[in-house]
């Protein structure tokens, strides 16, 4: 079954301990990113990676890094976090170029920061 | 920056009634999509619409693009209590990445 998948689902944890939330996709997908959404805000992009080894910032990149060393795996990772990272992530993937191929999103990671 | 922007941003409506969603968006595209989102979950794929379409259909919905406005339309018909849900409209605009509005949050009462 196509899927992307997130973990973990929920976390709550402390101003400044670091963390990862992962994401990975089993379709081959060259094009993967991540997503924050905040009430009334939409879906704002974090970064975004076209292929193994190349990533871009999206909309709200500061406080947050990712890497992309296999093609199937884009962990979001959070040096240091602070309470206004609290938020719904979503990872999502498409595949091919040209920007006619539909985004697959995973179930959504809600982090706490307190 | 967001790309689309959706219109409204609430509706509710009876069962059984049309529902209208627009989305406006800024650049020049090679096509739109529209998403669904059930409260808390992830993103679902609705309908994609290439630029030289101007109208689409997929089961009860149907899409309009009209690139000379930058404009585009969701229309539910005939809805139920199911169709419930946020619904985002989403634009690739260099083809690298893909960036989604607000959304339209479609409440549809029993």
């Known amino acids: 079954e196509a899927q992307v998948t997130q973990n973990p689902r929920y976390l709550i944890t402390v101003t400044g301990k670091k963390l990862t939330v992962t994401c990975s996709q089993n379709?081959?997908?060259?094009?993967m990113s991540w997503y924050r959404q905040d009430p009334g805000l939409g879906l704002r992009q974090i970064y975004y990676?076209?292929?193994?080894?190349?990533?871009d910032k999206g909309d709200v990149p500061e406080g947050y890094k990712v890497s992309r060393k296999e093609k199937r795996n884009f962990p979001l990772i959070l040096e240091s976090p602070s309470p206004n990272q609290t938020s719904l992530y979503f990872c999502?993937?498409?595949?091919?170029?040209?920007?006619?191929?539909?985004?697959?999103f995973g179930q959504g990671t809600r982090l706490t920061v307190v | 920056s967001q790309q689309g922007e959706e219109d409204p941003q609430a509706l509710s409506i009876q069962e059984g009634e049309n529902a209208t969603m627009n989305c406006s968006y800024k650049?020049?595209?090679?096509?739109l999509q529209w998403y669904r989102q059930n409260s808390g979950r992830g993103l679902v794929h609705l309908i994609l619409?290439?630029?030289?379409?101007r109208e689409k259909h997929s089961g009860r919905l149907r899409v309009t693009l009209d690139t000379s406005k930058k404009s585009s339309s969701l229309l539910i018909t005939a809805s139920r209590a199911a169709d419930t849900a946020s619904y985002f409209c989403?634009?690739?605009?260099?083809?690298?990445?893909?960036?989604f509005g607000a959304g339209t949050r479609l409440t549809v009462k029993p």
């Open positions: 999502a993937s498409r595949g091919g170029a040209g920007g006619y191929t539909e985004a697959f």
């Open positions: 379709m081959n997908h060259e094009y």
């Open positions: 990676s076209m292929n193994v080894e190349v990533t």
């Open positions: 650049t020049s595209i090679n096509n």
């Open positions: 619409i290439r630029s030289n379409e």
């Open positions: 989403a634009t690739p605009p260099n083809n690298n990445d893909m960036r």
